[in-house]
């Protein structure tokens, strides 16, 4: 069983910057891949970013495609998500998931608030 616990989310005004971290329990090496997700009050959860272990190549859903950079310190077991250029369509709870062979982990998400 991997735990990941996310941090780093708050409020923040239009046009500023966060950068989450996803912490693990377990080896994030060991992963196929590492993603950030979000949820905004009332819709579905949506893919935000990938990063695939084994390549490094990273993908990007095209509403952040230029403005976050996922990353990872494989050292710490930590995946990261840099936002800038922050909208007010970017409030949601941020989600951090672990894919694995045959299984994937979530974290329990934090908050990002952005106010215009």
């Known amino acids: 069983q991997v735990q990941l616990v996310e941090s780093g989310g708050g409020l923040v005004q239009a046009g500023g910057s966060l950068r989450l971290s996803c912490a693990a329990s377990?080896?994030?090496?060991?992963?196929?891949?590492v993603g950030w997700y979000r949820q905004a009050p009332g819709k579905q959860r949506d893919w935000v970013a990938t990063s695939i272990t084994s390549t490094g190549s990273t993908a990007y859903a095209d509403q952040v495609k230029g403005r976050f950079t996922i990353s990872r310190d494989n050292a710490k077991n930590t995946v990261y998500l840099q936002m800038n250029s922050l909208k007010p369509e970017d409030t949601a709870v941020y989600y951090c998931?672990?894919?694995?062979?045959?299984?994937?982990?979530w974290g329990q998400g934090t908050q990002v608030t952005v106010s215009s």
């Open positions: 998931r672990a894919f694995y062979t045959g299984s994937s982990y």
């Open positions: 377990g080896s994030i090496f060991n992963t196929n891949a």
